[in-house]
């Protein structure tokens, strides 16, 4: 930066530009949008499905994806604690 000050000075610009799209304004207005939008629609989604669905499918979605997620982290912890290392070339 020191070596190139219109760099700098461009970049500065830049970031004085895109500051305009992160007000509070700006981000409320895009937080109403997904609420009012996707989320929205995705309850709506959700609402409709039977008493069924909702007491006894999607609980045993949640258990199965948990019992899922603990594996995975198991195997993350093997690969951290034991994986291969790039830099030494050789497994832990």
């Known amino acids: 930066m020191k070596e190139d000050p219109e760099l700098y000075r461009q970049m500065v610009e830049n ?3 895109r500051a305009r799209e992160f007000t509070i304004y700006r981000i409320a207005a895009r937080w109403r949008e997904v609420l009012a939008g996707p989320v929205a629609e995705g309850f709506s989604v959700w609402a409709a499905r039977p008493a069924l669905w909702k007491s006894l499918v999607r609980p045993a979605l949640f ?8 594996h995975e982290k198991r195997k993350y912890l093997i690969q951290r604690d034991h994986g291969f290392r790039p830099i030494s070339g050789r497994y832990t």
């Open 15 to 17: 970031g004085l530009i």
């Open 63 to 70: 258990a199965t994806q948990a019992a899922r997620n603990i």
